[in-house]
């Protein structure tokens, strides 16, 4: 039974590069979020769909981040221009979305470097 | 304790020792779930509690919850080394909100 993939493991950058992130959830979900992860922050929302439907987009992330949909089996996360301040573990989760008592399930996450 | 604005915790134990770990939330949720992180990795749920229950047992994890004053808490009976990871809680009903976390290093 797959998890959620995410790929790639490790991305490095130069400041004002545009990286793609890609998730693929778990089969049948229909709640995906995206979260971004620091020593300091902890874990931040980005940004959550519900049957591709973007249902949040995380407020102060909305400038140079953009996640999409486009269909049930995979969703990317766009960071356009990067900054070092971006630098960070980008994490993925789904969940079957019918009720809270289903914990979303995570990948193992992207870690970005930008330079 | 830990919630999302707090700074992340640490904690180290010795081998065999108990420790309790704890978690306030603060809007309305059925259920908190735990979960652990290893490094490198994605967190992975380890114990979720309901609301209409007080705690809940797997091995050597306990888990409370307490919604009068909206906490739980994460308890490990004889830590082992391989128990060293970070611990977060999640509250929510569809948007989970994730504490800071708690930092466990348990010593040979």
């Known amino acids: 039974d797959a998890g959620v993939t995410q790929t790639p493991r490790h991305e490095v950058a130069e400041k004002g590069q545009t990286i793609i992130l890609k998730c693929e959830p778990v089969?049948?979900?229909?709640?995906l979020f995206w979260y971004r992860q620091t020593k300091i922050q902890g874990l931040e929302l980005l940004s959550y769909f519900r049957s591709k439907s973007l249902m949040e987009d995380g407020g102060a992330f909305k400038d140079r981040f953009k996640a999409e949909m486009l269909n049930s089996s995979f969703s990317t996360l766009k960071i356009q221009p990067t900054e070092p301040k971006d630098s960070a573990v980008y994490l993925c989760?789904?969940?079957?979305?019918?009720?809270?008592?289903?914990?979303?399930?995570f990948g193992e996450g992207t870690r970005l470097s930008v330079l | 304790s830990q919630w999302g604005e707090e700074n992340l915790q640490a904690l180290s134990i010795q081998e065999g020792e108990d420790v309790t770990m704890n978690c306030s939330y603060k809007t309305y949720t059925t259920v908190v779930h735990w979960y652990r992180q290893d490094s490198g990795r994605g967190p992975a749920l380890i114990i979720l509690i309901r609301s209409n229950e007080r705690e809940k047992r797997s091995g050597r994890l306990r888990a409370t919850l307490d919604t009068s004053s909206q906490s739980s808490s994460l308890s490990i009976t004889a830590a082992q080394c391989e128990d060293t990871a970070v611990y977060f809680c999640?509250?929510?009903?569809?948007?989970?909100?994730f504490g800071a976390g708690t930092r466990l290093k348990v010593i040979a």
């Open positions: 999640a509250s929510g009903n569809y948007k989970y909100v």
């Open positions: 989760a789904s969940s079957p979305g019918q009720n809270n008592n289903q914990a979303p399930l």
């Open positions: 089969s049948g979900h229909n709640d």
